[in-house]
């Protein structure tokens, strides 16, 4: 089993940044691809941006690009998602996650196997 804690969020202003960890604990050698997700009340969890196995290579989702930034350690088993210029639609609950198959990543939550409990972010205008 893998148990993944994120940290970091908080109430902000709009135009302000924020930087989210997620640490990882237990079984990470079976640990690929880490993503983001979003949750806002009332609507769908969805994608924010992946990192693959490597560390190389990240997806944003279009809401996001270009402002957000995420990266990993592997010596910390921790990822990391740096939002800049943040938004009142950037509020909702963050979620780690982490899939024990794909190396690439996926904008799909169906490949993850491990989530984390999230982390607020407000953002207020």
């Known amino acids: 089993q893998v148990q993944l804690v994120e940290s970091g969020g908080g109430l902000v202003q709009a135009g302000d940044s924020l930087r989210l960890s997620c640490a990882a604990s237990?079984?990470?050698?079976?640990?690929?691809?880490m993503g983001w997700f979003r949750q806002a009340p009332g609507k769908e969890r969805e994608f924010v941006a992946v990192?693959?196995?490597?560390?190389?290579?990240?997806y944003y989702g279009d809401s996001v690009e270009g402002r957000f930034t995420m990266s990993r350690d592997h010596a910390k088993n921790t990822v990391y998602l740096q939002m800049n210029s943040l938004k009142p639609e950037d509020t909702a609950v963050y979620y780690c996650?982490?899939?024990?198959?794909?190396?690439?990543?996926?904008?799909?939550?169906?490949?993850?196997?491990?989530w984390g409990q999230g982390t607020q972010v407000t953002v207020s205008s």
């Open positions: 990192v693959s196995w490597s560390g190389r290579n990240t």
């Open positions: 237990g079984r990470t050698g079976s640990m690929y691809a």
């Open positions: 996650a982490a899939s024990s198959s794909d190396v690439h990543g996926s904008s799909w939550r169906g490949m993850y196997d491990y």
